[in-house]
């Protein structure tokens, strides 16, 4: 898939397929195609995603993934769209490259790449009644080789840790990172109330690898 | 008249209206304007009472239009980001534009309304409307987000999501069809509805579906 950005205020990505060839989108995504396109799809079961790890994300709450990935395949272009301003990113991933890309902001990939979804971190947090609630950081699992095509809230700021070196990132600021990169819930002092600390959970990403973080929310 | 372009994200159309110059909009897109720029309703009945209801109530068209005389400026904006156009029309020169999409329109310009039916299918699209727009005259129209042209030649074919369509030359055809996702039962199951546009004639795209962000409108 040869996949390009177009436009700069809410950017769109146009993808060229050659004859045969295959990609898979989230669905509702498609901006315009040519008639040469055929659509079909891809049922999370044909990507080996096993019904209970599906159901065991959906049992968490909140998780975007759909049961189904709409398929292109070409020859001819295809163009999508999220409808939001943010920078699109086209990444190339080598075999067996792993990145863990925040769930909502896949937009296409190639049928080659390993798709699962995945709970990168939880927390627990108190509501105002006192009650424990669960907290996950949902995301797509996406394994080389192939280009894999995503968009962020806002820009996007790339960093290359080190074996062992650190960086901070707040829970909505984590876009995506590669799997060698450990992630951590840490509780951070925020302010003094009453008696007690507030405190808000941050994320410890780890290196080795390469994090990707998101100025907008 | 002369129509200025300002802005980057969310930009507005200043015009500067000479003696007698008359440009018309919707209600709600002025942002300011000189104080000796006049200003009147304009009442949109073409058709009649039953065409008038059934564009009103079920097309989302407005009943009334505002419209704003010279000498002196006044801007608009649509309050939203996206790339705002102008465009020249030759007399007899007719275009389609989304609704609530179009910014400003000289007097001079014929103002009508298209209606793109949908499938028919239950719980799909029933349709909807377009502003038919034919010179001479000037008009300037903000898409959702980019826009994205393309000239297509006779018989050229294209499919596209319908919250996509924001600009096309009246000699482009549109029809509505139901896009299956696959084949047998479950590939109709989930198919989606979308467009087919064919040549000849020039379609401008929009990359943000206006479904998911409602345009502000009078």
């Known amino acids: 898939m040869q996949a390009d950005s177009v436009g700069g205020i809410t950017p769109a990505v146009l993808a060229t397929l050659k004859p045969g060839e295959k990609i898979l989108a989230a669905h509702g995504l498609m901006l315009f195609k040519e008639p040469s396109i055929k659509v079909g799809r891809r049922t999370m079961r044909q990507l080996g995603v096993s019904m209970g790890t599906y159901m065991a994300m959906h049992s968490r709450g909140d998780a975007e993934e759909n049961f189904f990935f709409a398929e292109f395949e070409g020859p001819g272009h295809v163009s999508f769209s999220r409808d939001k301003g943010g920078e699109v990113r086209v990444v190339p991933l080598p075999p067996g490259q792993t990145w863990h890309l925040r769930e909502g902001h896949l937009i296409c990939f190639d049928e080659s790449i390993r798709y699962q979804p995945v709970v990168v971190a939880q927390w627990q947090v108190r509501d105002a009644n006192g009650q424990v609630e669960n907290r996950y950081l949902f995301a797509d699992s996406l394994a080389g080789p192939g280009t894999l095509v995503f968009q962020a809230y806002g820009n996007i700021l790339s960093f290359n840790l080190q074996p062992g070196e650190t960086i901070r990132t707040s829970t909505e600021g984590f876009l995506a990172a590669q799997n060698t990169v450990g992630v951590q819930v840490q509780w951070q002092f925020a302010a003094q109330l009453g008696t007690g600390n507030y405190q808000v959970p941050v994320l410890h990403l780890t290196g080795p690898g390469q994090v990707m973080v998101h100025s907008g929310l | 008249m002369d129509v200025q372009i300002q802005g980057e994200f969310i930009p507005i159309a200043l015009v500067s209206l000479s003696a007698g110059d008359r440009i018309f909009c919707e209600g709600g897109l002025m942002v300011y304007s000189d104080p000796s720029v006049g200003f009147q309703f304009r009442w949109f009945t073409q058709g009649g009472m039953g065409t008038t209801l059934k564009r009103t109530i079920l097309g989302g068209v407005p009943f009334h239009l505002h ?152």
């Open chain 2, 67 to 218: 419209e704003y005389f010279g000498p002196g400026y006044v801007a608009f904006s649509r309050y939203r980001p996206g790339e705002v156009r102008k465009l020249d029309l030759a007399a007899g020169e007719t275009v389609d534009v989304g609704e609530h999409s179009m910014l400003l329109a000289t007097t001079t310009v014929t103002y009508n309304t298209f209606y793109v039916p949908g499938t028919g299918r239950v719980g799909r699209m029933i349709g909807f409307w377009m502003d038919r727009l034919t010179g001479p005259g000037t008009i300037v129209f903000q898409g959702h987000g980019n826009i994205i042209t393309f000239q297509l030649k006779p018989g050229e074919g294209m499919d596209i999501d319908h919250g996509a369509l924001l600009f096309k030359d009246a000699s482009v055809s549109v029809r509505a069809f139901n896009q299956a996702m696959g084949s047998g039962l479950m590939g109709h199951a989930l198919s989606f509805e979308a467009l087919h546009v064919e040549g000849p004639g020039r379609i401008w795209l929009q990359t943000v579906d206006p479904s998911r962000h409602p345009p502000r409108s009078g």
